[in-house]
């Protein structure tokens, strides 16, 4: 069982900057792997970037490349998301979630911190 606690969200202008935080506890094992998602209204989830416990790789969704990074603290169970010149687009739930196995089947989320970019 992982628990994820997602916070950091909130209302940014456009062409700002958020730190999103996802504290995890519970079992986790250096191949698990930490995502990040979005969920934008009338919209469905949107993959935005990943991280593995152990070695660090990362992987990222286009819409993502180049303004957002991910990153974790393994001392403190801590996944980050620093999230760069923001859009209005990019206004949505902001999602953590854990695929234990880190075979890209996420089998837990957390609740998720709203993210709003005003125009």
């Known amino acids: 069982q992982v628990q994820l606690v997602e916070s950091g969200g909130g209302l940014v202008q456009a062409g700002g900057s958020l730190r999103l935080s996802c504290a995890a506890s519970g079992r986790t094992f250096s191949s698990t792997l930490m995502g990040w998602f979005r969920q934008a209204p009338g919209k469905g989830r949107e993959f935005v970037a990943a991280i593995r416990w152990s070695g660090g790789s990362t992987y990222y969704a286009d819409s993502a490349k180049g303004r957002f990074t991910i990153s974790r603290d393994n001392a403190k169970n801590t996944v980050y998301l620093q999230m760069n010149s923001l859009k209005p687009e990019d206004t949505a739930v902001y999602y953590c979630?854990?695929?234990?196995?880190?075979?890209?089947?996420?089998?837990?989320w957390g609740q998720g911190t709203q993210v709003t970019v005003s125009s």
């Open positions: 979630a854990a695929s234990v196995l880190g075979d890209g089947r996420y089998d837990y």
